[in-house]
């Protein structure tokens, strides 16, 4: 986490301690760390995953409605709480990497640094129902 914002590591250390899967990104939406408990939820580690650009994490976890129908971008609570630094929050499915399809309720705040710049955002969610 060298060179990011205080707030940035701090919410890492948060995130480390909290048994709720937590996902942090950066303004442009790079997917910078998250927590053991999004790793199991997740189906990968993110020792084995590093830093994700955000269209690689949708490429992979292929965010659906519940028929089945992809989510427009714009839709994802991450993506609106980056682009418009404001809290958002949906439940919607997932496909793990390792395989499972998962419903999910995720929320997404913005975190503003002390110079109130915008550094990135925290999402935290929570799997409603796992399926194979």
């Not at 442009?28 to 580690?45: I, K, Q, S, T, V």
Request: hydrophobic share 45%; glycine share 6%.
């Amino acid at each position: 986490m060298a060179g990011h914002s205080i707030e940035i590591i701090l919410s890492r250390q948060l995130a480390d301690k909290l048994n709720v899967p937590v996902l942090i990104a950066d303004p442009e939406g790079n997917l910078l760390f998250y927590n053991p408990a999004a790793e199991e939820l997740l189906g990968m580690r993110f020792e084995d995953t590093g830093v994700l650009p955000m269209e690689m994490l949708f490429k992979f976890t292929y965010p659906t409605d519940d028929h089945g129908n992809p989510i427009p971008t714009e839709e994802d609570p991450l993506v609106i709480s980056l682009t418009h630094q404001v809290p958002a929050h949906k439940a919607f499915w997932i496909k793990s990497f390792d395989g499972y399809k998962v419903k999910i309720s995720a929320t997404v705040i913005p975190i503003v640094g002390r110079a109130q710049e915008f550094v990135g955002a925290i999402g935290m969610f929570w799997d409603i129902e796992k399926k194979v």
